[in-house]
């Protein structure tokens, strides 16, 4: 199956400098990667996925890059908030596979105002 | 529009129970998932069921069993618990694949 690997786990940034979250992917074949955002007490939503057909996507403050020949993933999160604090899981997802989707064990961000 | 609502939000089980996680959704999705969530670990798929009728195993099925009698509903059964199995459960759905799985607000299950 594939491995997904995330870094860092832990990221502290001050309000309004960039966060950025790396994840690598094992499978060649997976072929669509979501992020999703979790607040306390509460369960994973999805903020922004890129198909493996795209290199970058942007939602505001939001971007996520694909490298496929690397077989990288990075979440970018500009002009950084308070409330953009959260634990952040990247995930991968193989074709074929009744969209299971694979997780990376997460990065908790704080964003210290 | 409610989504996904899962029951109980919480319970502590002796070990050797039997229980039973509930998971409805009302977005007509066919897909469903279940997912254990420990920290360090990030979140383990345990089954999942393309349409109903049919379910599949994840990565981390074994002391787990669903059941997928219509589209709305995929409850999680613990035969028999063991404490190894205190986590957060977490019932997704999505449409066709590949797409967002939308995630539930997730049961808090300690086992003693």
């Known amino acids: 199956g594939e491995n997904v690997e995330q870094h860092p786990s832990t990221l502290s940034v001050q309000e309004g400098d960039s966060a950025v979250i790396k994840c690598t992917y094992s499978?060649?074949?997976?072929?669509?990667f979501p992020w999703y955002k979790q607040e306390l007490g509460k369960g994973p939503q999805l903020i922004i996925d890129?198909?493996?057909?795209?290199g970058e996507k942007k939602d505001q403050r939001i971007a996520v890059t694909l490298n496929k020949t690397a077989k990288h993933f990075s979440l970018h999160i500009t002009e950084t908030q308070p409330e953009d604090s959260a634990v952040y899981f990247c995930?991968?997802?193989?074709?074929?596979?009744?969209?299971?989707?694979?997780f990376g064990t997460g990065t908790s961000l704080t964003v210290i105002p | 529009i409610a989504g996904i609502t899962q029951a109980p939000t919480s319970q502590i089980l002796a070990a050797g129970r039997r229980m039973t996680l509930r998971c409805t959704q009302d977005?007509?999705?066919?897909?469903m998932y279940w997912y254990r969530q420990d920290l360090g670990l990030g979140l383990r798929l345990i089954h999942y069921?393309?349409?109903?009728?049919?379910?599949g195993k994840g990565e981390v099925p074994d002391g787990y069993s669903v059941s997928r009698a219509n589209t709305d509903d995929f409850p999680l059964t613990l035969a028999s618990a063991v404490p190894s199995q205190t986590s957060v459960y977490f019932c997704?759905?999505?449409?066709?694949?590949?797409?967002?799985?939308?995630f539930g607000p997730g049961t808090r299950l300690t086992v003693l």
């Open positions: 069921s393309n349409t109903a009728g049919t379910t």
């Open positions: 977005m007509r999705h066919n897909a």
């Open positions: 499978d060649s074949a997976s072929n669509y």
């Open positions: 997704a759905s999505s449409d066709l694949p590949p797409g967002e799985q939308f």
């Open positions: 995930a991968a997802s193989i074709p074929n596979t009744g969209n299971q989707f694979y």
């Open positions: 890129i198909r493996s057909n795209v």
